[in-house]
Structure formats: structure tokens, C-alpha cells
């Protein structure tokens, strides 16, 4: 075992802290993990960061499918992360699907061991790198906001935002048989990435008519919209952007009052399928029982085992768990410089 382990912590709004903990004894179904490579989820993790989750004053009720005002109720502290990919310290005595040395992922915090139900991660496949292992999360996103779009053999695709998320989706509409992709970013680094991953052009909210650049382009409009960024402004250009009788799928979780976004404009007019529920958690799925939870994941997974899809270039910037506050600091205030977070443990 290391010294008394660490953890990175959120107490308040854009308040992070490492802090030292204390592992229990390990029960008869649980495994230790060391971990060796975290990363975050940009788009979800920056709300709870920014303090302007709807859960700070609401809860969501599952049976009512609403969001409900309530009490305030702190919710810190908080755990940051979102995957992390380790190695099998020690097993309890009723474990039966890993051994020490295992390399283990899943859906665990930032924080230097894990003590876990073996249930709770997968077993590592040798084909899959740790880059790769903790951008699967942002690949089953993108394999469902494709899916829910239809995107198909011969389409035409935009897709606005390329975060991690949009980036998986780059790829994922090419496989698709997309024959033309735009990507629509103000980042310059993430821009050359997704040409990197396909797209056959990229272009800057910044520098032009996105919405009327994209029309002129496809002659008609793109049949497909992904709108991943996380902005009412982009929703309402990839609504601009989309032809007549096409589709869009806003796949990010948006936040705030929807300002830039003109329901009452080309959306009015162009009789178009905007299409929700993107979310992974959120089931059962429009194609169950063909596709769930389980087959998303195993078809990710399956991806980069067999090399179609890569995560190459995506963690950026990868830093070690002593930089990590100064690191969401700058996802927070100079997101030019980043894509997706990693942290290191060795």
C-alpha cells in the first residue's frame, strides 16, 4: 500500500481541496484498486464546479420524471472524476472474478485507492489502453446521441461542440457512413483534433453565420445536428444549420435560462424531429429491448479493442493529482487549453 491515501474533493463552488482518508477494512465481496489513470467529464463536473446545478435546490423525482423545488440541502462535499483505471491490490474472501495485479476501470472518483463490491468495475481487455479505458464513458454518450439521430449511410452530419463527447461523435458518424461531417467549435485545438478523427471541415462559432456557413455548404442543410456543446446559442444555429424535415439531437445537459435560443424562428418553419435522451442512465431505451445499458457499453469497448475508434490526443491536459486543483481551474477559466482531464497516480 502507498502512505495515507488522497482524494480530490469539491466543499464549495470552485473549492477544491485534496484531503487525506482512511480505507476500511476490506469485506469478503470487495476489491482493493490502486489507481493509475482518472479522468473527468467536462460538461457535467464544470456545473456541480460553477455551483449552478438544478440540484442544488431541486431533487429529480424518477416516478413523476420532474424536478421538484425542495429545502436546501448542501451537497458537498463532493467527490470529483469520472472513470478511473487501476490495479487489484488486495480481494476480500468471497471475490471470484479478479486477482491482485488485475487491471480493473469504472465509474470511480478521483481519489488514490478504491475500495469497491467486485460488481462495481470491469475487468481491463489488454487491447484497451487507460487512455482509452476512461474516454469510454464520453463514447457511449456518443454512440447514443448517433443512434438516436439515425445517422446513416449517404447523411450529411453537423455536430456542435467538441469536447470529448463530440469529438467520440466525430468519429462514430463517420463509421455511421456520414458522407460529409462539420464540426463547429471556437476552440482551435479541438477543431484540428476532430479533422484529425474525420470531419471533413471544421469552422469557429466566432467567425461567421454558422447556421447560414453550414446551409451553403450542404446546399440544403445537414439531415443530422448534434449539439454537444452545451449551449442555447448552438442548439439554435444546429436548428438553423438542419434541413427541412431533419434532426436534431441536443445531447448536452443545459443549464440556465435559454437565452440565444428562437423556438419561434427556423424551427417553426422547417418541420423538424428534435430528438432528447441522449443519457446513457436514462431507460428504457427507444430501441429496447434490441439496445441496452449493457450492449452500449460492450459495443464501446469492442471499438477500441478492435482499433476503430481511438482516444488519441483526447486527454489533454493529463496531470498529476498534486496539480489537479490548479488543473479545474484552468477547465474552468482557459478551456481553450483542454479537451478532456486525466490524472495520474504514478
Same mark, same amino acid.
Given at each position: 500500500?502507498?502512505?495515507?491515501?488522497?482524494?480530490?474533493?469539491?466543499?464549495?463552488?470552485?473549492?477544491?481541496?485534496?484531503?487525506?482518508?482512511?480505507?476500511?477494512? +476490506?469485506?469478503?465481496?470487495?476489491?482493493?484498486?490502486?489507481?493509475?489513470?482518472?479522468? %473527468?467529464?467536462?460538461?457535467?463536473?464544470?456545473?456541480?464546479?460553477?455551483?449552478?446545478?438544478?440540484?442544488?435546490?431541486?431533487?429529480?423525482?424518477?416516478? +413523476?420524471?420532474?424536478?421538484?423545488?425542495?429545502?436546501?440541502?448542501?451537497?458537498?462535499?463532493?467527490?470529483?472524476?469520472?472513470?478511473?483505471?487501476?490495479?487489484?491490490?488486495?480481494?476480500?474472501?468471497?471475490?471470484?472474478?479478479?486477482?491482485?495485479?488485475?487491471?480493473?476501470?469504472?465509474?470511480?472518483?478521483?481519489?488514490?485507492? *478504491?475500495?469497491?463490491?467486485? /460488481?462495481?468495475?470491469?475487468?481491463?481487455?489488454?487491447?484497451?489502453?487507460?487512455? #482509452?479505458?476512461?474516454?469510454?464513458?464520453? @463514447?457511449?454518450?456518443?454512440?447514443?446521441?448517433?443512434? #438516436?439521430?439515425?445517422?446513416?449511410?449517404? /447523411?450529411?452530419?453537423?455536430?456542435?461542440?467538441?469536447?470529448?463527447?463530440?469529438?467520440?461523435?466525430?468519429?462514430?458518424?463517420?463509421?455511421?457512413? !456520414?458522407?460529409?461531417?462539420?464540426?463547429?467549435?471556437?476552440?482551435?485545438?479541438?477543431?484540428?483534433? @476532430?479533422?484529425? &478523427?474525420?470531419?471533413?471541415?471544421?469552422?469557429?462559432? *466566432?467567425?461567421?453565420?454558422?447556421?447560414?456557413?453550414?446551409?451553403?455548404?450542404?446546399?440544403?442543410?445537414?439531415?443530422?445536428?448534434? #449539439?454537444?456543446?452545451?449551449?442555447?446559442?448552438?442548439?439554435?444555429?444546429?436548428? $438553423?444549420?438542419?434541413?427541412?424535415?431533419?434532426?436534431?439531437?441536443?445531447?448536452?445537459?443545459?443549464?440556465?435560462?435559454?437565452?440565444?435560443?428562437?423556438?419561434?424562428? %427556423?424551427?417553426?418553419?422547417?418541420?423538424?424531429? +428534435?430528438?432528447?435522451? !441522449?443519457?446513457? %442512465?436514462?431507460?428504457?431505451?427507444?430501441?429496447?429491448?434490441?439496445? /441496452?445499458?449493457?450492449?452500449?457499453? /460492450?459495443?464501446?469497448?469492442?471499438?477500441?479493442?478492435?482499433?476503430?475508434?481511438?482516444?488519441?490526443?483526447?486527454?489533454?491536459?493529463?496531470? $498529476?493529482?498534486?496539480?489537479?486543483?490548479? @488543473? &479545474?481551474?484552468?477547465?474552468?477559466?482557459?478551456?481553450?487549453?483542454?479537451?478532456?482531464?486525466?490524472?495520474?497516480?504514478?
Amino acid at each position: 500500500m502507498i502512505g495515507t491515501p488522497r482524494e480530490l474533493v469539491l466543499i464549495a463552488p470552485r473549492k477544491i481541496i485534496i484531503r487525506e482518508y482512511e480505507e476500511r477494512p +476490506l469485506r469478503p465481496e470487495e476489491v482493493r484498486i490502486k489507481s493509475i489513470l482518472s479522468a %473527468e467529464k467536462h460538461g457535467t463536473m464544470l456545473v456541480f464546479y460553477r455551483g449552478i446545478s438544478p440540484y442544488e435546490e431541486k431533487e429529480f423525482d424518477p416516478e +413523476l420524471g420532474l424536478f421538484i423545488k425542495r429545502k436546501r440541502k448542501d451537497i458537498y462535499p463532493m467527490p470529483l472524476g469520472n472513470m478511473t483505471v487501476g490495479e487489484v491490490i488486495e480481494v476480500g474472501s468471497a471475490v471470484k472474478r479478479f486477482r491482485v495485479g488485475d487491471r480493473v476501470y469504472g465509474y470511480l472518483p478521483i481519489k488514490e485507492t *478504491h475500495t469497491v463490491p467486485e /460488481d462495481k468495475v470491469w475487468s481491463a481487455p489488454p487491447e484497451v489502453s487507460n487512455e #482509452e479505458l476512461v474516454c469510454i464513458d464520453p @463514447a457511449t454518450v456518443a454512440l447514443m446521441a448517433v443512434r #438516436e439521430g439515425h445517422i446513416r449511410l449517404g /447523411d450529411k452530419v453537423a455536430i456542435f461542440g467538441l469536447g470529448a463527447i463530440g469529438l467520440m461523435a466525430v468519429q462514430m458518424a463517420k463509421l455511421s457512413g !456520414a458522407i460529409f461531417v462539420v464540426g463547429v467549435d471556437p476552440i482551435e485545438k479541438r477543431r484540428r483534433l @476532430a479533422e484529425e &478523427y474525420g470531419a471533413d471541415v471544421t469552422i469557429s462559432p *466566432h467567425e461567421c453565420d454558422v447556421g447560414l456557413e453550414i446551409k451553403r455548404m450542404t446546399e440544403k442543410g445537414v439531415d443530422v445536428a448534434l #449539439e454537444v456543446s452545451g449551449s442555447y446559442q448552438a442548439l439554435h444555429q444546429a436548428i $438553423r444549420a438542419t434541413r427541412y424535415g431533419g434532426r436534431i439531437v441536443p445531447v448536452s445537459w443545459y443549464h440556465g435560462e435559454a437565452k440565444g435560443l428562437f423556438l419561434g424562428e %427556423e424551427f417553426h418553419f422547417n418541420r423538424q424531429v +428534435l430528438i432528447s435522451g !441522449a443519457r446513457v %442512465e436514462s431507460e428504457p431505451y427507444r430501441e429496447y429491448p434490441l439496445w /441496452d445499458r449493457k450492449r452500449v457499453y /460492450d459495443t464501446v469497448v469492442e471499438l477500441f479493442r478492435r482499433k476503430i475508434l481511438t482516444a488519441r490526443g483526447l486527454l489533454s491536459p493529463v496531470v $498529476r493529482l498534486d496539480e489537479a486543483v490548479e @488543473a &479545474y481551474k484552468l477547465i474552468d477559466e482557459h478551456p481553450e487549453k483542454t479537451i478532456k482531464l486525466g490524472i495520474r497516480y504514478r
